[in-house]
């Protein structure tokens, strides 16, 4: 899911940049008032999770490959405004580091993986395990269902700006610019893929770690994890 | 032990696992993620390569690109879980150093 560059072009790149600098400092300002300083590790240790996560790269065989993200599980454990920092950490380092990512593509990408993901995969959360006892089957089951809807609505959201590259660049003789898939392929392509392979494992993942830290570290929910 | 301090313990053992995500798609023959295609893969799936993206695809060269060390694209498969090892632990050291300077200019001090 992380968009190479080239295959977006100047101006999608730049629409996505031009969303993401507001949206960073909200959420600063807004970190700023609720993050507490003996949450910070747990901001660095959730960053550095993502960041690994994403380096497990699961095959379909003889086809293509995928990752999970764990933005849906440090959402869940500091909010969906702090997630947004500690994934963009993690998307900066891989672009810059080890080109996994494009420079040009930060700003969707982090609109896709560091927005779209903790803020689906928290309001998914708080929605169905609202009102629930930590510690329940409820909110396991709501960490399993917001994980697989957070990527999934990421994959959709690739799949669009992928897809909208030969419609909006191409030459006069109709070759594309940038990526040369349109909608019709882009977006069944990824969101099938992680309907059906990388959704699971992103659901998986949340689900246990979130079952696993109610059981033995009910106190590194902050207010965001229990309400 | 303190949570926190299970939590870095762990993610020390997902590190050292981190080669499977290199492995597994080889052994199973899998190619790039869908859209993260090279110049050379794009060449042969669609019979040119697209004048943008040859462009942009060259603006930027990653010091470790693809979580290998550079030159070692024909290395064998345990140098590179070697590479995707050190790679693991530089980004790894550098996200958690980044994140906890940005925590520390944000949190709410003493609480």
Known sequence: MHIPDGYLGPATSGVFYAVMIPLWMAAARIVKKTLKARQVPLLAIGAAFSFVIMMFNVPIPGGSTGHAVGGVLVAILLGPWAAMIAITVALVIQALLFGDGGITAIGANCFNMAVVIPFVGYYVFTLISGGAPANSRRRVVAAFIAGYAGINAAALMAGVEFGLQPHLCHTASGQALYCPYGLRIAVPIMVGEHLLIFGWIEAVVTALVVKYLYQHAPELFGQEGQK | ?111
């Open chain 2, 1 to 111: 032990m303190k949570p926190v301090t299970k939590m870095w313990m762990a993610l020390g053992v997902v590190i050292l696992l981190s080669p499977l995500g290199l492995i597994l798609p080889k052994h199973f023959k899998a190619g790039s993620a869908w859209g993260e295609w090279s110049s050379t893969e794009i060449q042969k799936m669609i019979g040119y390569v697209p004048r943008g993206l040859a462009r942009l695809g060259e603006i930027w060269k990653a010091p470790m690109p693809d979580y290998a060390f550079k030159g070692w694209e024909e290395k064998g498969l345990t140098h590179l879980s070697f590479a995707y090892i050190v790679s693991a632990i530089l980004g790894v050291a550098l996200i958690v150093l980044v994140t906890w300077l940005i925590g520390r200019c944000l949190a709410k001090k003493g609480e």
